[in-house]
Every structure is written in structure tokens, then in C-alpha cells.
């Protein structure tokens, strides 16, 4: 992927509403359980955005869709994290929704409850290749390809970003949602793409293997780059079939792990386009993870919501 390219970052992907239920211990069936439960701002594609706003990448754009009810809302929620909305207004479809279970236990690990509603109806009528202008990387939510129209929309992108000489990274997104699309139709997507940044699981299912170092290094001979993330166990970056580096997690003390792929993903990604080589991107990377999981939420905290990460902060120390 070249490196330290002046332009903006363009993320294509999902824009939902997180619902995070924070427990502690089992789910009692039948009954209550007591928990924290919040409505917060989400979706891959927009957290990544909004993390990359964060790391310092100047001019960071969002193509999503939402419903037409949410438009407004989801639009000043991404613009005071500093990214641009370029938002579909579905009039049909709902804005996804997420319920994001997370065991307030040590791990801090979450269960997704998905509802893609408008996400996923991205479909080609609401690409232009103009929205390439004064782009110099192309970040795409594997969420996409887990429908026809927004897998067709990917493409789309892809053949306008590469007819441009304009490197392309993919966060596969769902180790749960990759069997349904079947793990060679997902390969023969990611030859066209020159980042590929999936989690641990990820990695290992779409290479076939437990290790998953071994799974970088036989990914990384189908996409140039491959970065893959393991929480608490760091990165690995690999490239033409070797791991070139391992970088080590940031202590942290997890409180919801919610988006801390993201956060990772877009930290690099404003590293790589500063300049940064890709090992050095993925440290920039593991700190910006670090900070996710100390936070409620899958996106920066930041001062226009004091009230919400304050009370949290109250409720759930």
C-alpha cells in the first residue's frame, strides 16, 4: 500500500445503533438479569472513520445508509467526530441495530446481536466514482459483502479505486458471518485489495489453520498486506507469504471490548496514509485498541458527550 499520501480516507460501510448491555456473570433464563444498558452510535464502517478522525487523518469521509429517520442524527454524531457524512437516507429500512452483550467480567468480551436493517442496502445506484475525488486510500466494512447490493456497491468501489492507482483495505468484520458467504467467494473478493486487516478468528478460518501467524503469512500471499489483530495478544503484519512483524498489545484494563477492531483498523489506516510503514502503523493501531476497550462504546469518547461517558463512568467503575 503506498504510503503517506496527501488526501482524504473514504470509508464505505455500516452506520448502526449500538445497544450495549453490560452484565456480570451468566444470563438468568427466564428471568432478570441486572445490567447497564446504553444507546450509543456504531457500526464498523463509521467507527472506523471516526477513529481514524481521531488518530489526526485530516479529511475522512463516510458512505452509509441509514434510516431516513436516523439521517440527521447519524450525521451530526459523525460530524463532530470530524468525519464527513455521506449518508443514504433509506425510506424503507430502519438503521441497523445492534445489541452488543458484553460480561462485565475481567475479559470485558461482547456477543453481537445484529439487525443490519438499512445497512446493507448500500447498492450501486448510490455509488459515484466522484466520490473517489481527492481520496487517497479506500477503506471497505466487510459487512458489504454479506448482501448482494452492498457486495455489488464494494465492487464498484474497488474497480474505481484501483482504475485510480488508489490502494484499497478491507476488516473482513464477522468471523459469524463468513461462512454464510463461503470462504473462497471471500478470497477471490480479496485478491483485488492490497490491506487486508482481520481479527485472530478471522484469519484462521479464511486460511484454514489454527495458528494464527500462520494464517497472516498464507493470507499475506493472496493480499499484499495483511495485519491481524488479536487483542491482548497484539498484531502480526505479514507480506508475501512471511510475518515481518509482531507488535505487543497496549496494557489495558478492558471495561467493554465493543470496537476495538475498529479502532485499531482506523488508527493504522491514519498512520499508513501520515506515512508511517505498516509495522509502525499497527503500534499506532494496538494504542488506539487499547483506548477503546478502557471506554464504553465503539467510538473516541469526546467532549460533546460528557454526560453519557460520565454517568457510565459512575455506573460502571
Not at 44 to 51: E, L, P, S
Not at 90 to 119: H, M, N, P, Q, Y
Not at 303 to 316: M, Q, T, V
Request: hydrophobic residues 45%; proline residues 6%.
Amino acid at each position: 500500500m503506498t504510503r503517506g499520501r496527501a488526501g482524504a480516507l473514504l470509508v464505505v460501510g455500516d452506520v448502526v445503533d449500538d445497544v450495549v448491555v453490560r452484565h456480570r456473570g451468566p444470563l438468568a433464563t427466564g428471568t432478570d438479569t441486572a445490567a447497564v444498558i446504553r444507546t450509543l452510535p456504531g457500526g464498523a464502517g463509521a467507527n472506523v472513520a471516526c477513529w481514524a478522525a481521531d488518530a489526526g487523518c485530516p479529511d475522512v469521509r463516510l458512505l452509509g445508509r441509514v434510516g431516513a429517520d436516523a439521517a440527521d442524527r447519524h450525521a451530526r454524531e459523525l460530524a463532530s467526530a470530524g468525519v464527513r457524512p455521506l449518508l443514504v437516507a433509506d425510506t424503507e429500512a430502519a438503521t441497523g441495530t445492534v445489541i452488543c452483550l458484553v460480561d462485565k467480567g475481567s475479559s470485558a468480551e461482547r456477543t453481537f446481536l445484529t439487525d443490519s436493517g438499512a445497512s446493507l442496502r448500500l447498492e450501486p445506484a448510490d455509488w459515484s466514482d466522484a466520490l473517489l475525488d481527492g481520496v487517497a486510500g479506500l477503506h471497505l466494512s466487510g459487512y458489504l459483502l454479506f448482501s448482494e447490493p452492498s457486495r455489488a456497491l464494494a465492487g464498484l468501489a474497488v474497480t474505481a479505486a484501483r482504475a485510480r492507482g488508489i490502494p484499497v483495505s478491507l476488516d473482513p468484520a464477522s468471523a459469524g458471518f463468513l461462512p454464510r458467504l463461503g470462504v473462497d467467494r471471500f478470497l477471490e473478493f480479496a485478491k483485488r485489495l492490497d490491506v487486508l486487516l482481520p481479527s485472530r478468528d478471522e484469519a484462521c478460518l479464511l486460511a484454514g489453520v489454527s495458528d494464527w501467524a500462520d494464517a497472516a503469512a498464507r493470507l499475506s500471499g493472496i493480499v499484499p498486506w495483511v495485519v491481524a489483530k488479536s487483542g491482548a495478544h497484539g498484531a502480526l503484519v505479514a507480506r508475501s507469504g512471511s510475518v515481518l512483524g509482531r507488535v505487543p498489545a497496549v496494557p489495558a484494563t478492558p471495561r467493554d471490548t465493543t470496537g476495538a477492531g475498529d479502532a485499531f483498523t482506523g488508527a493504522f489506516l491514519a498512520a499508513l496514509l501520515a506515512g508511517a510503514d505498516p509495522v509502525a502503523a499497527a503500534e499506532a493501531g494496538c494504542g488506539a485498541g487499547a483506548r477503546a476497550v478502557e471506554q464504553v462504546g465503539a467510538r473516541p469518547a469526546r467532549p460533546s458527550r460528557p454526560a453519557a461517558r460520565e454517568g457510565l463512568s459512575r455506573a460502571e467503575s
